[in-house]
Structure formats: C-alpha cells, structure tokens
C-alpha cells in the first residue's frame, strides 16, 4: 500500500537532519534555526502544504522523509518570497531577520502553491 499512497510517517525531524544547505547557509545558520523553528511550529496540515511546495507532492517516499533529498540556498533579496525549485526540492530562501517576516512569507509561498495533484 506504501508505494501507492505513499508513506505515514510524518517524522518532519528526519527532514530536517538529511537537508542540505548552500550560498552561506549552513546547520547554524540563524536564519536556518529560524527556519526550523517556524517549521516545527506549523500544523501537520501546513506541513504537508510546505511538502506540496518543495517537492510538489504531500506523499512521503516509501522509505520515509529521510530518502528527501532537500537543499536550502541563500538568495540575497528579502523582500521576496520563497521559491521552491520543485524538480531538484531545491528552496530558495532569503535571510528574512525576523520571526514575523518569516511566518508571513513562507505562510504565503506555501498557501499559494498547486503542486502536480497527482492522487
């Protein structure tokens, strides 16, 4: 049933340990904890939407979240949203410097997104 409905387990810490980062990102990256905390703070609902918008799908590969390779990159313009590049699960992120630019940014990019609606 996996290979069709995908995987269930939506362990989102798994994700966070196997992502990469480039451009000046790194692990410790302030921007990047900001990141995370923000991340871990969404509902699963919202989680599922930030899946939709890297990856393009909310289905979790058969072997889990770990099997995600994701790469997070520094953009240099903060005033702009966050670009998914859906066919590497590439995201591209500005250095927003606050919490609340944060959440409303990403909020946005995330709810504003289609994916390939596959089912």
């Known amino acids: 049933m996996h290979m069709v409905s995908g995987h269930q387990d939506f362990n989102f810490r798994d994700l966070e340990q196997i992502t990469e980062y480039a451009n000046g990102y790194h692990v410790e990256h302030p921007v990047i904890q900001l990141f995370w905390e923000v991340f871990h703070e969404m509902d699963l ?70 994916g390939f609606g596959l089912v």
């Open 45 to 114: 609902k919202t989680k599922k939407k930030f899946l939709v918008f890297l990856t393009g799908s909310d289905r979790i590969p058969i072997h889990g979240l770990h099997s995600i390779k994701i790469v997070i990159q520094k953009v240099k313009d903060n005033t702009r949203l966050p670009v998914a590049h859906t066919c590497f699960n590439l995201l591209d992120l500005p250095p927003y410097p606050r919490k609340e630019i944060m959440v409303a940014k990403l909020f946005k990019a995330i709810h504003n997104t289609e």
